[in-house]
C-alpha cells in the first residue's frame, strides 16, 4: 500500500496563497489532489503525469491554482493563491500507478492521503 503524507494546509485569508505538499511511499505514475468541504460532493482538484502535464484542472480553480511534481522526491504540490472562502475544504493527495487514471476522469484513484485542512476567511 502506498502511503501518502500531505503538508502544508493552514488559515489564511481571502486572497493569500498556501502551498500544499504530499509525498509519496514510492514512485506513482499519476499523482493529483481532491478537496471535499462539508456537506459538498469530492471534487478533482487537479492531476499531473510524470512528465509535468497537468490535467482535469476543476474550473473553479484554473486560473489560480498549480499543480507540479517532482518525481526524484515522489512528491507532488498545489500553490495555491488568490484564496477565496469556497476554497475551503479538506485537501486530499491521492495517486495510482495507473496511467488511465491521469488520462480518465472516471477512474478512481486508488491510494489517498489522510488529508489537511485549508481554511479561507473572507
Known amino acids: 500500500q502506498v502511503r501518502l503524507v500531505e503538508s502544508g494546509g493552514g488559515s489564511v485569508q481571502a486572497g493569500e496563497s498556501l502551498k500544499l505538499s504530499c509525498v509519496a511511499s514510492?514512485?506513482?505514475?499519476?499523482m493529483g489532489w481532491f478537496r471535499q468541504a462539508p456537506g459538498k460532493e469530492r471534487e478533482r482538484v487537479a492531476v499531473i503525469y510524470p512528465n509535468g502535464v497537468p490535467t482535469h484542472y476543476l474550473d473553479s480553480v484554473k486560473d489560480r491554482f498549480v499543480i507540479s511534481r517532482s518525481n526524484g522526491k515522489n512528491a507532488v504540490y498545489l500553490q495555491m493563491d488568490f484564496l477565496k472562502p469556497e476554497d475551503t475544504a479538506m485537501y486530499y493527495c491521492?495517486?495510482?500507478?495507473?496511467?488511465?487514471?491521469?488520462?480518465?476522469?472516471?477512474?478512481?484513484?486508488?491510494?489517498w492521503g489522510q488529508g489537511t485542512q485549508v481554511a479561507v476567511s473572507a
Open positions: 514510492e514512485y506513482e505514475f499519476c
Open positions: 491521492v495517486s495510482d500507478s495507473r496511467p488511465i487514471t491521469c488520462a480518465n476522469k472516471s477512474v478512481e484513484l486508488r491510494n
